[in-house]
């Protein structure tokens, strides 16, 4: 079955970088665009970014545009998202997604942003 095991979250500092990442299983990862969405205490999901199969056409909110990239190792069945310059507002669970911003996502990994 499809599974997406997202890691890599945690507290840091404003300003501060952290790299999650995603592993996948259960499905042919290559054939999937993928997606990273997040959602804010008390708020609704919101899409961050996304890539395409071949990983050469990365798309960003514009909340994340220049901080943010998005990258995929397909022979590691394994996507990726280096976030930089942090701030309190990307503070969230993070969750990838295959195919759709609503496709299966695993359980997510938390980001705090804080001081």
């Known amino acids: 079955q499809v599974q997406l095991v997202e890691s890599g979250g945690g507290l840091v500092q404003p300003g501060g970088s952290l790299k999650l990442s995603c592993a996948a299983s259960?499905?042919?990862?290559?054939?999937?665009?993928m997606y990273w969405v997040r959602q804010a205490p008390g708020k609704g999901l919101e899409w961050v970014s996304l890539?395409?199969?071949?990983?050469?056409?990365?798309k960003y909110a514009n909340s994340v545009k220049g901080r943010f990239t998005i990258s995929r190792d397909n022979a590691k069945n394994t996507l990726y998202l280096q976030m930089d310059s942090l701030k309190s507002e990307d503070t969230a669970l993070y969750y990838c997604?295959?195919?759709?911003?609503?496709?299966?996502r695993g359980k997510g990994t938390l980001v705090t942003v804080s001081s």
């Open positions: 259960g499905f042919t990862f290559s054939s999937y665009w």
């Open positions: 997604a295959r195919g759709s911003i609503d496709g299966p």
């Open positions: 890539i395409n199969k071949g990983g050469d056409l990365p």
